[in-house]
């Protein structure tokens, strides 16, 4: 079946604008995840979500950057006026329950480039 | 805080040959150990796990063992093919959480 996908893929940003990256989580999974990973880095934790409710944003590292499941399903992560320390791959994971039995299933990352 | 530790550097070895990668992690409480690995291209996936002490994750050839007395959680793999080659992250979810602390990972080069 289909895994996670996110879009962009690849984003290249100046600096101050501001971007919206993608997240499409498997169908019927529950929670829902964000990480960024720096290049060279193991990915950090940025938010979580259960359904629509976020229930964990402490990873987010400035008032930028918000998060937003709507609907239980698609996730968007948007960065506000951009800087270059925000380059990096933006992870997304989705697992069936929130329970820590249940595997995160990780989509392919969307890399953002900041000019 | 939580956190993991991998050693340092590429590991690069010949097939056949044994493969050691080294975690250790800080934690409150008793965590859930994972190792995740991600070949060129793709996206992260999960290798094994262990949710207790002495619990062993096994996937793939691969192993780990949950050493709550050394706060350890090291990979090995007996005889490394060159699909092995990878990165791999040594991750800890803590106890009532479900979020991922990561280590940097390593990544592994296996020669034919």
């Known amino acids: 079946g289909a895994g996670v996908s996110q879009s962009p893929r690849y984003k290249v940003a100046k600096r101050g604008q501001d971007v919206a990256l993608r997240c499409d989580p498997i169908?019927?999974?529950?929670?829902l995840f964000w990480y960024q990973q720096a290049l060279g880095q193991g990915p950090e934790f940025l938010t979580y979500f259960q359904n629509e409710a976020q229930l964990d944003k402490s990873g987010l590292p400035s008032d930028r950057f918000f998060a937003e499941r709507p609907e239980g399903s698609v996730s968007t992560l948007k960065i506000q006026r951009t800087q270059q320390e925000d380059s990096a791959v933006y992870l997304c994971?989705?697992?069936?329950?929130?329970?820590?039995?249940?595997?995160?299933?990780f989509g392919p990352g969307t890399r953002l480039t900041v000019t | 805080g939580n956190s993991v530790t991998q050693m340092e550097g590429p590991v690069t070895l010949s097939e056949e040959a044994f493969l050691t990668i080294n975690c250790t992690y800080t934690?409150?409480?008793?965590?859930?150990l994972f190792w995740y690995v991600q070949y060129p291209g793709e996206g992260l996936q999960l290798l094994l796990k262990a949710t207790k002490a002495d619990d062993k994750g096994s996937n793939k050839g691969f192993e780990a063992t949950y050493r709550k007395e050394t706060t350890s959680f090291h990979l090995e793999k007996g005889s490394v093919q060159v699909s092995d080659s990878a990165v791999y992250f040594c991750?800890?979810?803590?106890?009532?959480?479900?979020?991922?602390?990561f280590g940097k990972g390593n990544q592994v080069v296996v020669i034919p």
């Open positions: 169908s019927g999974h529950v929670s």
């Open positions: 991750a800890l979810s803590p106890y009532g959480n479900n979020r991922l602390a």
């Open positions: 934690a409150t409480g008793y965590p859930s």
């Open positions: 994971a989705s697992s069936l329950d929130g329970q820590l039995s249940y595997e995160q299933y």
